[in-house]
């Protein structure tokens, strides 16, 4: 569902005081160590570390594939489809993605075909559905799911990415485990989880974890970790019995290698765009803080100013609610109905919030400077971002700049230049 939100021509004293700051163009240096040749990295894995696993003639094996952003990810899931066809398995594809893509089984396998997962790409097919088992239950009663497809397959693959999560901390965190309790449980099972809230979720999800793998076909899991650039810098082949243990470890190492600022503190923040593919809130609060969520380390600004949405997320704009301004152009492109169900399901309602959206992004900018407290309105401190997962190219204001010109991990790469914008009043790229 789509809504023409009309102009609204808001009034603000003092908005005449607003100077727009000249720009700069940094580079934030982090550990740039990854993985050359990452499909041959991942056979080699597979061959090494399932030599002496039986074959899977004719067995039927079910490969995840998640809604979050991986780099290669077709060819990944192509490599692994590949090589249990060499062992004589069937295997097949499932959207693993709890209640992403408007919970609907057409819309998850929209996500994956954005991503070049699709029948034709893999070889396989791409069985999707909202369909589920319920496999057990925690002590308190708690029914745990599995997508049916999955639970009625001869294997299961566990494939996911691992990054810390955007809402809750523990030992595991975004990974395979939640993949396993929330995204192969589908909406019915996500909601379920999602309604004993975020600060049950450090036990929640190794419980449900530990259901999952007693009762649920699953015969190996692939563990990838990215670093600071996007890039893939890890990426282990474990069997059955060694994912728990991994899937800890591997949560430590991505905390180490993920993109932080390189300074702590901004007025206003502009991200070009958010979306679940770069996190389930649209963009990291691990690395940008919101006003309900600080964690150490993330960049603290006054006002986020978000510029749109990215293809992927298929105008899935959860998290929208927890920045301050926006535009006319984004309020437009949001799916609300898609928007409300994910937000409904992970019960955080203030995600789903309409923010201010200006008619343009000269006239956002200049609100989010104009509504700071404590600053020159001619002097504001500006950082621009693509998304929270490329942070090594930035641009900064020039007042910031000049701060970090000493710096040993930041390169300065232009000179101070106006931001140009279009006829309509956006920015040009």
């Known amino acids: 569902m789509f809504i023409d939100f009309p102009v609204v021509d808001a009034k603000m004293e003092g908005l005449d005081q607003v100077v727009l700051p000249k720009m700069v163009k940094i580079r934030q240096l982090y550990d740039d160590s990854r993985i050359e040749n990452v499909t041959a990295h991942l056979f080699g894995e597979l061959e090494a570390k399932l030599e002496k696993r039986e074959r899977f003639d004719g067995r039927r094996i079910c490969l995840t594939a998640g809604s979050r952003g991986i780099p290669h990810y077709g060819d990944i899931m192509k490599t692994i489809v590949l090589w249990l066809k ?3 398995a069937e295997p097949f594809i499932i959207p693993s993605m709890g209640s992403h893509a408007g919970a609907t089984a057409e819309g998850q396998a929209e996500m994956l075909a954005a991503y070049g997962i699709t029948e034709e790409a893999m070889g396989v097919p791409v069985l999707s559905s909202m369909e589920t088992v319920q496999v057990g239950c925690l002590e308190d009663g708690m029914p745990v799911y599995c997508d049916r497809y999955a639970y009625e397959s001869d294997g299961i693959v566990i494939i996911n990415k691992i990054k810390p999560h955007t809402s809750f901390k523990g030992d595991y965190e975004s990974g395979l485990l939640k993949m396993m309790a929330i995204g192969l449980a589908k909406h019915k099972g996500a909601a379920q989880v999602h309604m004993k809230g975020y600060e049950n979720f450090h036990w929640l999800i190794p419980k449900i974890g530990e259901v999952c ?3 649920e076909p699953i015969v190996f899991g692939v563990g990838i970790v990215q670093n600071a650039y996007d890039d ?11 994912i728990k243990e991994r899937d800890r470890a591997l949560l430590q190492m991505a905390k180490g290698r993920m993109a932080r ?3 702590s503190q901004t007025d206003v923040l502009i991200i070009d765009e958010i979306g679940k593919n770069i996190g ?4 990291d609060p691990n690395v940008v803080a919101r006003r309900d969520r600080r964690y150490p380390g993330a960049l603290i600004s006054q006002n986020i100013f978000v510029r749109g949405l990215t293809r992927e997320t298929h105008h899935n ?3 929208i609610g927890t920045i301050e301004v926006t535009t ?4 437009r492109d949001i799916d609300w109905a898609v928007t409300w169900t994910n937000m409904m399901t992970a019960n955080f309602l203030p995600g789903c919030r309409i923010p201010c959206f200006a008619r343009n992004d000269r006239e956002a ?3 989010a400077i104009r509504t700071c407290t404590g600053i020159r309105y001619d002097d504001a401190r500006v950082v621009r971002i693509k998304d929270t997962m490329h942070l090594y190219e930035i641009e900064v204001s020039q007042n910031l700049a000049q701060e970090l010109e000493k710096s040993k991990e930041i390169e300065i790469l232009s000179e101070p230049y106006d931001i140009v914008f279009d006829e309509e009043g956006y920015i040009i790229d």
Do not use: N, P
């Not at 893939?232 to 060694?242: A, G, N, R, W, Y």
């Not at 006319?328 to 309020?331: A, D, E, G, I, R």
């Open 365 to 367: 900018l200049r609100w």
């Open 232 to 242: 893939i810098c890890h990426l282990e082949v474990m069997e059955k019995d060694q």
């Open 280 to 283: 389930g809130a649209g963009f």
């Open 261 to 263: 600022f390189k300074f």
């Open 328 to 331: 006319l152009k984004c309020v």
């Open 213 to 215: 793998l007693k009762t």
């Open 86 to 88: 060499k062992q004589g």
């Open 317 to 319: 704009a959860s998290g």
